[in-house]
Every structure is written in structure tokens, then in C-alpha cells.
């Protein structure tokens, strides 16, 4: 009986241990938080060892009882009674012992929480800036004509110089020859605009008289072809006829007399010495006549399908040349003799431009050899918001038979004496800075080395990259020596400060569920009652921990694993 107990009131024992009793002492369902099912979890994994060694010495003890029983079969019965009566009481002592352990178990854990305190509270803004001159002197090759800048010798980057030293110079053998070839050119051109100005005279005048006498015979074969028309022409016509016509007249007239003259003489039957002379006169003016006539014919013909028709083609011919004469001269008038007079203001202007080509070259001789213009160092290029990007572009640039671009910065002359620090912000960091703020800047070559810097100007315009240029003035009398331009630092200003800020780890705020601008912290106002929800408003946020501005105090509890449950 003793060992079957034994067995039966262990498993009993565990389930206590793994099921929470309500107030009717019957097993709860679950428990409330993973928390408290976790520590519940490892203190019955305690149990569970404990009572395995428990449970190996009561096997122990029972092995014992039963070898002592077989040894005391002998003994009298009122001896086991005994035995048994103390074997009850322990148990019932084991089982008032599981009891407290399990009322211990059950009582609420203290949650882990995070006490709240009053701490200084800043917040600093860090950029990169560069150191930057207050004196630069750039020497920049602009040439006005020129264009070709072949390096013959070059002081090095980081010299020291005095103001006339020679920094770099040229080589002027070609320019020199244009210059000599420029000169030149510039006598020839004078010699043709001047002989231009003596023939434009002369072509003038003999472009009027070409206008003129155009003019005039033109007018001469329209007058001429006019008349040949309307008068000539008819009046040919007219005399070939008339001239025919007189000479079948002629004939008619002459064999009529000659025809009489016969009949006289025949009649007389005698025919005299004297009249056989005119007889044959009269014959003669027969032969004429008939001649005269066909010549007149033959006049007629070629008068009135040759002589007229051509007289009337050269006419036409010479009045079409004229016309065409007297067109070319209006055109030479009107285009050739303006063109001329354009080309010589041509000329003019090109003698003037060739003066002035000829002034650059000697303008640009002095670019040959450039000088510093102060005192102080040589940097190669130009100095683009505190930075040096050209330098390794020039040192190979600035050797012997490099080439320099034109209208190029080749070096500044600095002076380390007076700097300033230039620097940017981006859009977020803007409204953090103001102009007169304080600050240090931190050289990266030495970090114990901070000199004090003042905010002088912001740009009211974001740049490249949506970025603020800021300038900030140097108090550079605890500079040290090795200081220059273009060395880089950090600067700091300190953008929020508060002396007593309710400060607590940015993970212990909640948010939340219905309105996502609404924070709160769950605060243990007593350690036998849950944690209460305290409503809070945020302030700055810096790292890990975030500023209380309303809802806490110093010496609140925040419980760190709480959650507000009456949401849920």
C-alpha cells in the first residue's frame, strides 16, 4: 500500500505544477502573458528535477522499508502499525510542501522595468568643410588672338614666391612670327585698299559714260526703226514702183518719137545726112530705155524682197543690241558700281580688322610670361568652393613642352595668412543652422585641434546635389602653423540643448493602434497592479533615446515588456 501511494500521488503533483489553480482550487485554461508562461515553464523544469531526485531517494528508501519489512516479518504487529502512521505523516508533509511551492508559483511576477531620469540633452550637427583662403589671386591665360601655350619652365606647386616672380613661361617663337607675318600682311593690304581707292574714281566716271552712250544709241535705233516703218520703208516701196513705172514711160516715149520720126522721113522719100544722125539718136534712146527698164525691173525686185526686208532685219537687230547694251549698262549702274564701293568699304574694314588682329598678337606677347601678382603661394588651378580638383591635371600640364587651354586659370597666388571654412548642408539639416551660430571645427589632421568658428552666410538657394553653401568665419588666432587652404575639417554646432530633458530609451515608446500620432509608455504606479498606460508627447530624438517633453517624470517605472491590454 505504502509503494502504490507513492506512485499515485506524483503525477497528481505535476499537474498542479503545470496548470494553475483558479480560486475553487480547479485547473485554469491558459495563462495570461508569454512571460509569465515562460518563467513558469523554467520553474517546472526545477520542479520536475527536483522531484526526479526526490523521487530516486523515496525508490531508495522504499527498497530499504521493504528489505527492512521482510527482516521484521518476526516483529509484532502493533510495531508495523507505528511504521505505517509515520509513513502517512510523511506524505501529508510532502504534500503540504508542493502545495506552498505551487501558491508561490502562482502569484503575479514583477515585470522588468526601466526607471526614468533628468539628464542634459543635446543635439549636435557635424559637415565636412573645407579651409579656404581669404586672399586668392588667380592668374588666368586669356589671350586675344593667340591660342597656343607650350610650357618652357614652371615654379612648382606649393612654391613660395614674391610678387613679378616669373611662375610660368611660354614659348614665343611662333607667335612672334605671326606677329612678323601679320605686319607684313597688314603693309599689303593698306598698298590695295589704296590703290582700290585711286581706280574707284576713274570706274565710276567710265561707268556713267557706258550709261550714257547705251542710253544714246539705244535711243538713236528706236527713233531709227520707228522711222524706217512708218516712213522709209513706204517710201521705198513707193519709189522702186515709181522708179519702174518712169522707165516703161521712158521707153513708151522713146519708141513713140522714133516710131514718128521714121513716118516723117519715109514720107519725104529722101532721107537727109541730118536726119539719118537723128534717126539713129533716137534708136539709141529706144535701147536706152528698154535697158533702163529692165534694170528697173530688176531694181524694183530686189528693192522690195532684199533691201527693204534687210534694212528692216538691221534695224531690228541693232535695236535689240541697243537694248540689250543699254540694259547691261543700267545693271552696272545699279549692281557693279555699288558692289565696288562695297568692296572698298571691305577693304577698309578688313584693314581696320587686320590692325586690330595685329594689336592682340602684341597684346598677347605679355601673356608669354606669367607673373605673381602678390605674395604668398603657388597653387596650381583653380579653387572651387574650398576645394582643389586640378591639381594633378596641371602638374602634368605645368612641365616642359606641356600645353596650358586658353582661357584657363593656370594658378592662384594664395595667402595662408587669413582663411575661412566653407561647408554644406542638406535640406533636413537647413532649418538647424542659422547665421551668427557658434561652432568649432576640428582639422583632420590633429583632432585635439578645434578652432572656434561663427556662421557668416547661408545660401538662401539650394545648389548641386539640393545642397546649402555655408561659409563660416575662422577665429584663426590659435591656428597652428601647418594649417593651409584646402585642408579639410569637421564642424560641429550644437543645434538643441536641455539642461533637465526627461530622457528614455526610444524602444520602451508605443504607438498607438487607432492613432498613429498618439505615444505612450506603460508606468508601474504599484507593484501589486498592473502597469497603467501614461499618454506622452516626444521631443528631440538622439541614437537610441528620445526626449519627453509631456506625460513622464523623474523617478517613473516603465514597464519595459508591458502592453496596453485594454485595447486589445
Known amino acids: 500500500m505504502l509503494r502504490s501511494l507513492r506512485i499515485v500521488v506524483f503525477p497528481a503533483a505535476l499537474f498542479l505544477l503545470t496548470a494553475p489553480l483558479t480560486a475553487d482550487g480547479s485547473p485554469a485554461v491558459a495563462l495570461d502573458e508569454q512571460a509569465t508562461l515562460e518563467a513558469l515553464e523554467a520553474e517546472v523544469a526545477a520542479v520536475l528535477a527536483a522531484k526526479a531526485d526526490s523521487a530516486e531517494t523515496k525508490a531508495d528508501e522504499a527498497k ?3 528489505k527492512e519489512a521482510d527482516e521484521k516479518k518476526d516483529e509484532p504487529a502493533e510495531e508495523k502499525a507505528d511504521d505505517e502512521d509515520k509513513d502517512k505523516a510523511a506524505d501529508e508533509e510532502s504534500k503540504d510542501d508542493e502545495k506552498a511551492k505551487k501558491d508561490e508559483k502562482e502569484k503575479p511576477k514583477k515585470p522588468d522595468t526601466h526607471k526614468v531620469e533628468t539628464k542634459k540633452f543635446t543635439l549636435e550637427l557635424e559637415v565636412d568643410g573645407v579651409f579656404v583662403a581669404e586672399e586668392m589671386h588667380e ?11 607650350e610650357v618652357v619652365s614652371a615654379k612648382p606647386h606649393g612654391a613660395k614666391v614674391k610678387k613679378g616672380d ?55 535705233f528706236v527713233d531709227e526703226f520707228k522711222r524706217f516703218k512708218e516712213v522709209m520703208r513706204p517710201l521705198s516701196e513707193k519709189m522702186a514702183s515709181y522708179n519702174l513705172k518712169n522707165a516703161e514711160q521712158y521707153l513708151a516715149n522713146a519708141r513713140e518719137e522714133l516710131e514718128q520720126l521714121q513716118k516723117m522721113y519715109d514720107a519725104d522719100e529722101l532721107t537727109e545726112e541730118t536726119e539719118e544722125i537723128v534717126l539713129k539718136r533716137q534708136k539709141f534712146e529706144v535701147e536706152y530705155a528698154e535697158f533702163y527698164v529692165e534694170y528697173s525691173k530688176i531694181n524694183y525686185d530686189y528693192t522690195m524682197s532684199v533691201s527693204i526686208p534687210r534694212r528692216l532685219e538691221s534695224l531690228e537687230l541693232g535695236l535689240e543690241e541697243a537694248t540689250l547694251s543699254f540694259d547691261q549698262a543700267k545693271m552696272i549702274k545699279s549692281v557693279s558700281l555699288p558692289r565696288e564701293r562695297y568692296r572698298l568699304e571691305q577693304l577698309r574694314e578688313e584693314r581696320t580688322k587686320s590692325i586690330e588682329e595685329h594689336a ?4 598677347d606677347r605679355d601673356l608669354m610670361t606669367l607673373r605673381a601678382p602678390a605674395d604668398g603661394i603657388v597653387y596650381y588651378g583653380q579653387c572651387k568652393d574650398g576645394r582643389w580638383g586640378e591639381i594633378s591635371s596641371y602638374k602634368s600640364k605645368l612641365q616642359p613642352h606641356g600645353a596650358v587651354s586658353a582661357n584657363s586659370v593656370v594658378f592662384t597666388i594664395v595667402s595662408p595668412e587669413e582663411m575661412f571654412v566653407t561647408t554644406s548642408v542638406s535640406e533636413k539639416e537647413f532649418p538647424m543652422i542659422h547665421e ?12 585635439d585641434v578645434k578652432l572656434p568658428v561663427t556662421i557668416k552666410q547661408i545660401e538662401s538657394a539650394p545648389g548641386a546635389g539640393n545642397k546649402f553653401e555655408v561659409v563660416l568665419e575662422l577665429d584663426d588666432d590659435d591656428a597652428p602653423a601647418w594649417l593651409m587652404p584646402g585642408m579639410t575639417c569637421k564642424a560641429t554646432f550644437t543645434t538643441y540643448e536641455s539642461k533637465d530633458a526627461v530622457v528614455i530609451p526610444a524602444s520602451l515608446v508605443q504607438t498607438d493602434e487607432d492613432d498613429e500620432d498618439q505615444k505612450y509608455v506603460m508606468v508601474v504606479e504599484d507593484e501589486d497592479k498592473d502597469p497603467v498606460r501614461h499618454n506622452i508627447k516626444l521631443g528631440k530624438k538622439k541614437d537610441k533615446d528620445v526626449e519627453v517633453t509631456e506625460g513622464l517624470k523623474a523617478g517613473d517605472l516603465i514597464a519595459k515588456d508591458a502592453k496596453d491590454e485594454k485595447k486589445k
Open 166 to 220: 616669373v611662375v610660368v613661361q611660354f614659348d614665343d617663337e611662333d607667335l612672334e612670327k605671326a606677329i612678323a607675318e601679320q605686319s607684313l600682311q597688314q603693309r599689303l593690304d593698306e598698298l590695295s585698299m589704296m590703290e582700290t581707292e585711286e581706280q574707284f574714281p576713274r570706274l565710276e566716271k567710265a561707268i556713267d559714260l557706258n550709261f550714257t552712250q547705251a542710253k544714246r544709241n539705244y535711243e538713236q
Open 64 to 66: 530499504a522499508e521493504t
Open 436 to 447: 551668427g551660430q557658434k561652432g568649432t571645427a576640428e582639422p583632420a589632421a590633429d583632432d
Open 360 to 363: 592682340k598678337l602684341l597684346s
Open 139 to 149: 592668374v588666368v591665360v586669356r589671350p586675344e588672338k593667340w591660342g597656343k601655350f
